[in-house]
């Protein structure tokens, strides 16, 4: 497994300075959490990515527009269960209908109120049930908002780390749900960082967009994109470092640490993958450009054969030269190599000479690496994924 680049020391989770969470059974979801809300004690810069899927949901589009209106926020709610997608001018009116509710219930403006939603899509919210539940909402250090937003997620996918910044101690906090419908540019995931570090807010925009490329962009467990895809990233300064802007010394320091908190989350939603058994990474070097080397690497994990063939313990490495293939990226067709979890399976784009029962053998475990060398370049991507199993076609063919 390639490691991420580590700036910041993880620890275990926990809200950074200002913030506070909680959730509630709102009836949406048969007894289980199904709404929750994250709050700030002042206005925060805010971040946003949205998915690329034309039929965008409303909550969707409302956090869209309200975090490019002024680039703040103080308060996002969320619930699953329900995606509020695919449900026209209703929908649209509902999702405002909770963004002044939360505003109300905090007595703040309506405009730093984020809504996020995931769940069946084409169905009208309950807004009596969304309507008590906000009323029983409270603030605390719990997580069980991180619970609240699952749906057919295994576990709750949570990381915080800690790096000094200008000489103060500075927390960055992240949790994510998805499991299916993911091949982002988003994907059926919703994810929220918050940190109490200062960062202006054009600067943070421009972060997460090039971080989001580089990790939850690189993921794939089925080739779908959602409609309600979101990853939303606060940050309140109530550390009290020195503003992080564009010209900032220490820009870097704080962009790998968010780096790691967005690479790790993606990672979980790859290793959760609905019905998964396996963790796939694929590593591609030596391409011509970045993008070509995140393509090919993308194309190798969301290949439903590949997929197939890691389930089946299958080192049919005919099918990962075939996704290669597929693509438009510049290769040396005489010269490309594979490896599989170390064994190389591929010499200058002919059978390599391994022991075939070796290379079966490492694909019972339960993270599986490819590495591609490309002899085209320089560049390197990678990207990460999962089998695909039986359970499946199980889980999506009897979802409600």
């Known amino acids: 497994m390639q490691e991420i680049e580590q700036q910041a020391t993880e620890i275990d989770f926990k809200w950074p300075l200002g913030y506070s969470a909680g959730a509630t059974k709102s009836g949406i979801k048969q007894n289980k959490l199904d709404l929750g809300w994250l709050v700030s004690e002042v206005p925060a810069s805010a971040a946003g990515v949205y998915t690329t899927n034309q039929f965008q949901a409303a909550p969707t589009k409302l956090t869209k527009a309200t975090i490019s209106a002024d680039q703040q926020l103080q308060a996002v709610i969320l619930n699953s269960g329900n995606a509020n997608s695919c449900t026209g001018k209703l929908g649209k009116q509902n999702a405002l209908k909770e963004q002044n509710m939360i505003a109300d219930k905090l007595n703040i403006a309506p405009d730093l109120v984020g809504v996020a939603s995931t769940g069946i899509i084409g169905k009208q919210l ?183 063939m890691l389930f089946g313990e299958d080192a049919n490495w005919g099918r990962i030269m075939d996704a290669i293939g597929k693509t438009d990226a510049s290769l040396d067709v005489d010269h490309v190599n594979v490896w599989l979890n170390g064994i190389q399976l591929v010499k200058n784009s002919e059978p390599a000479t391994f022991d075939l029962q070796p290379a079966r053998d490492s694909l019972s475990e339960h993270e599986v690496v490819i590495d591609v060398d490309l002899h085209a370049g320089n560049s390197v991507g990678t990207a990460w994924g999962c089998d695909l199993t039986y359970k499946y076609v199980q889980i999506n063919a009897a979802y409600e």
Not at 261 to 267: P, S
């Open 126 to 308: 309950p807004m009596a049930k969304i309507e008590q539940g906000i009323d029983a909402l409270q603030l605390s250090d719990s997580i069980a908002v991180t619970e609240a937003v699952l749906t057919t997620d295994t576990h709750p996918k949570t990381i915080a780390v800690q790096l000094d910044l200008s000489g103060k101690q500075v927390t960055i906090s992240g949790f994510c749900k998805g499991s299916g419908m993911i091949h982002p540019n988003m994907a059926t995931m919703l994810g929220f960082v918050t940190t109490d570090a200062s960062v202006d807010g054009d600067y943070l925009q421009q972060l997460l967009i090039d971080e989001t490329n580089n990790t939850f962009n690189q993921i794939t467990v089925d080739g779908d994109t959602s409609t309600n895809d979101m990853v939303v990233l606060m940050a309140n300064g109530m550390a009290g470092n020195v503003e992080i802007d564009d010209s900032s010394s220490e820009k870097e320091k704080f962009a790998l640490a968010i780096h790691q908190v967005l690479a790790y989350l993606a990672k979980q939603i790859a290793e959760d993958g609905e019905g998964a058994s396996k963790l796939v990474e694929v590593n591609v070097k030596s391409a011509a450009t970045e993008l070509e080397a995140k393509q090919v690497a993308k194309e190798i994990v969301g290949s439903s054969l590949v997929k197939a």
